[in-house]
């Protein structure tokens, strides 16, 4: 009677069937992808895929929630000034591009979509930053860039299985503390900001990989910077550090340091220990041409750019 019951009740559903988690990749990329919202509101439960990149889109109407299926959406490049509060009923999106538009907040509706993986919101007018943000357990790429963000919520620590955070041109004068928690990060692009310090809890991301605070107000960097042993990319040109900590010199896998324009006289001692660096660029510096002669000699495999 219960298998009669249920055959019943998915042949009512029809159009209405929900799947109750995300399907895969390569299951999604076998679907129909919707190029207009009137199409995709004809069938709504079999929209799994929809871009809608560059239509001067300006609104989301209520209906966008009838898409429950939705877990790839493409709505770059229109002229979007806010989410409709709807948007929480596509419970299995997972990749959502909003990047150009015309956002002034992360919206706090975004926080209630669980299987989020893939958030851009480049290009936008964001000045707030919801402290909802820390529900996305599962997001691995944020695109903040390009926008007017002044105070990053400590609730961003939440996003635990974050990978790549790009933050550059905004208008951060400083981290939260709980940045630390961010375990999995391994890409953190600050560049373009107002930041004048780093928090200590900064140097908890050891997986981090490339770091970016060029074009910042930075006057000096963590003195135990030298635990981030993942880091490759480390670029800090255009700030103010007049010199840096000794444990730079302790990051065996650096590849690349930018320290151009800033106030350093010289560089730290044993810089023959940075085996794995490829270039450093240290133009626009206060180098004595002895201290250029010494840096020379300790990293002669190293393309430096005095």
């Known amino acids: 009677m219960n298998k009669i019951i249920l055959i019943f009740l998915a042949v009512l559903l029809g159009e209405n069937a929900v799947q109750a988690k995300p399907i895969s990749k390569k299951a999604l990329a076998q679907k129909k992808v919707y ?29 966008f929630g009838l898409l429950k299926n939705l877990q790839y959406a493409n709505l770059m490049k ?45 290009g936008n007018q964001i000045a707030h930053v919801s402290h909802e943000i820390g529900f996305l357990r599962n997001l691995k790429f944020l695109d903040l860039s390009s926008n007017r963000i002044g105070v990053l919520p400590e609730q961003i620590g939440g996003l635990l299985s974050l990978q790549t955070l790009e933050l550059d041109k905004n208008l951060l004068k400083e981290l939260p503390a709980g940045i ?48 981030l042993k993942e880091l490759r990319s480390l670029t800090l040109s255009n700030n103010e550090i007049s010199e840096l900590p000794e444990s730079i010199v302790n990051l065996p896998k650096l590849e690349l340091l930018s320290l151009g324009n800033n106030n350093l006289e010289r560089m730290p001692k044993n810089l023959l220990k940075l085996k794995k660096l490829k270039t450093l660029l240290v133009a626009g510096n206060n180098f004595s041409a002895e201290e250029k002669a010494r840096i020379t000699k300790a990293l002669p495999e190293t393309d430096i750019r005095f």
């Open 35 to 63: 190029y207009s919202l009137s199409e995709a509101f004809k069938t709504p439960s079999a929209v799994y895929h929809i871009n809608l990149r560059q239509q001067n889109i300006t609104d989301l109407t209520a209906d």
């Open 78 to 122: 229109n002229s979007l000034a806010h989410l409709p509060p709807q948007i929480v009923e596509a419970k299995n999106l997972q990749s959502l591009f909003l990047r150009q538009n015309k956002l002034t907040e992360f919206s706090e509706d975004l926080g209630h979509l669980p299987f989020l993986t893939e958030l851009d919101l480049d």
């Open 180 to 227: 630390g928690s961010l375990k999995n990060l391994q890409v953190l692009l600050l560049g373009n900001n107002q930041i004048g310090s780093l928090p200590p809890s900064l140097v908890l991301l050891k997986n981090l990989r490339s770091l970016n605070l060029d074009n910042n107000k930075l006057k000096n960097l963590p003195g135990n910077i030298g635990v």
